[in-house]
């Protein structure tokens, strides 16, 4: 059974903080790492993915990839209110098909 | 360009009934997926479609959810004699394959 686990939250971050969320998985072969911000009430959005160990940059945006440790973060800096939702994590593993975190939700505190 | 539509984007059906709800995916995205979310849950998988390949649909909760998808393009999830429980947010995407999946709308059920 592949399983992704992340915290539920709430995660609070004042406002231009860092805000970091992290991720696990339990399939060794997964190759593709995914992270999505869930609005309340909208459908998943994807702002980030990364195939290999390593930081991987876009904007305030950074995810991280760890293998061997079969753990992926995602960094928000400079936090800002917009940033409030909830981050869903998703892995895929050679068969095209995601299995997603339940989330963690976010709050940045003004 | 057009994103993942899916419609109605709300359902509001007597218990017992039958629904149907489609999508459009992304023109040349290959593969289609449904998910439901039910409120504060993750996404659940439910089926699986690659191309012309025989879809996936081991996410499927019982026998009264099925799902077909003509052409390789438009999608459709039929939930027959729905209960209560099949009330959730149910979601479609679509995916060229490995750049993550492009989710539409949804489409809200309420079972009543």
Same mark, same amino acid.
């Given at each position: 059974q592949k399983e992704v686990e992340q915290n539920s939250g709430p995660l609070s971050v004042p406002e231009g903080a860092i805000a970091s969320l992290n991720c696990t998985y339990s399939d060794r072969v997964s190759q593709s790492f995914f992270?999505?911000?869930? +609005?309340?009430?909208?459908?998943?959005?994807? =702002?980030?993915?990364?195939?290999?160990?390593?930081?991987?940059?876009?904007?305030?945006?950074?995810?991280?990839?760890?293998?061997?440790?079969? +753990?992926?973060?995602?960094? =928000?800096?400079?936090?800002?209110?917009?940033?409030?939702?909830?981050?869903?994590?998703?892995?895929?593993?050679?068969?095209?098909?995601?299995?997603?975190?339940?989330?963690?939700?976010?709050?940045? =505190?003004? | 360009g057009a994103g993942v539509s899916q419609s109605p984007s709300n359902k509001v059906t007597e218990k017992g009934k039958d629904v149907e709800l489609r999508c459009d995916p992304i023109s040349g995205h290959t593969a289609l997926y449904?998910?439901?979310?039910?409120?504060?849950?993750?996404?659940?998988?439910?089926?699986?479609?690659?191309g012309n390949s025989a879809p996936d649909k081991s996410g499927l909760p019982s026998d009264r959810f099925s799902a077909e998808r003509t052409g390789g393009s438009v999608s459709t999830l039929t939930i027959q004699r729905t209960q209560q429980e099949d009330s959730a947010v149910y979601l479609c995407a679509s995916s060229p394959l490995r750049t993550g999946e492009d989710f539409g709308p949804g489409t809200r059920l309420t079972v009543t």
């Amino acid at each position: 059974q592949k399983e992704v686990e992340q915290n539920s939250g709430p995660l609070s971050v004042p406002e231009g903080a860092i805000a970091s969320l992290n991720c696990t998985y339990s399939d060794r072969v997964s190759q593709s790492f995914f992270w999505y911000r869930q +609005y309340s009430g909208k459908s998943p959005e994807l =702002i980030m993915s990364i195939y290999s160990n390593g930081d991987k940059e876009d904007g305030r945006f950074t995810a991280q990839l760890n293998k061997a440790s079969q +753990y992926v973060s995602l960094l =928000i800096r400079d936090s800002q209110p917009s940033d409030s939702a909830t981050y869903l994590c998703a892995v895929e593993a050679g068969s095209y098909q995601l299995t997603f975190g339940k989330g963690t939700k976010l709050s940045v =505190i003004p | 360009g057009a994103g993942v539509s899916q419609s109605p984007s709300n359902k509001v059906t007597e218990k017992g009934k039958d629904v149907e709800l489609r999508c459009d995916p992304i023109s040349g995205h290959t593969a289609l997926y449904w998910y439901r979310q039910s409120l504060g849950q993750g996404l659940e998988f439910l089926i699986y479609f690659q191309g012309n390949s025989a879809p996936d649909k081991s996410g499927l909760p019982s026998d009264r959810f099925s799902a077909e998808r003509t052409g390789g393009s438009v999608s459709t999830l039929t939930i027959q004699r729905t209960q209560q429980e099949d009330s959730a947010v149910y979601l479609c995407a679509s995916s060229p394959l490995r750049t993550g999946e492009d989710f539409g709308p949804g489409t809200r059920l309420t079972v009543t």
